[in-house]
């Protein structure tokens, strides 16, 4: 990982592959050219399916309410043993959560591949770098590069 000044900030870049880092230059077109034409074909439908899979989750697990209808449901259900459901209630709500989170992420990808003008899909938000075509294929939402990702889950900033 090499640090670089640009424009008075630091900030990191590698590419995780031993390749020289690239230096951002804000006046350089940040489009897709990482990118086959059938690879971006592939990635927007898988986001397309993961957003289905997602929404057919959400509207299975809340049974056509919204999140309040739903919680308000669960707790009536609990009746005498509500304490002891205390457990089930926070798993159920998790779950929701998730779906909402991933929901969101997978909406904000879907945007950023087909927004062509600003090309920022598959580029790290961290670092700027092409994120590789086989990280997208795993997790097509992705924001960061490995290497950043790894960074960030490990508490430091890349």
Not at 58 to 81: I, K, M, P, W
Not at 98 to 117: C, H, K, M, P, Q
């Amino acid at each position: 990982m090499t640090r670089l000044k640009a424009g008075g900030a630091e900030s990191a870049h590698h590419d995780g592959q031993g390749e020289m880092p690239r230096t951002p230059n804000p006046g350089r077109p940040t489009t897709m050219r990482h990118l086959t034409a059938g690879q971006h074909a592939l990635l927007e439908s898988a986001l397309q399916q993961q957003l289905q899979q997602i929404d057919r989750r959400l509207a299975e697990h809340l049974g056509g309410t919204s999140r309040a209808e739903h919680a308000h449901q669960v707790l009536q259900q609990d009746g005498d043993d509500a304490p002891q459901r205390e457990a089930e209630r926070e798993l159920d709500q998790a779950l929701g959560d998730r779906d909402t989170v991933a929901l969101g992420e997978v909406s904000a990808a879907l945007a950023r591949l087909r927004d062509a003008d600003a090309g920022r899909y598959g580029l790290c938000a961290e670092c700027d770098a092409e994120i590789p075509f086989d990280r997208l294929k795993v997790e097509p939402w992705a924001l960061r590069c490995v290497a950043c990702q790894a960074a960030i889950e490990n508490g430091r900033r890349a």
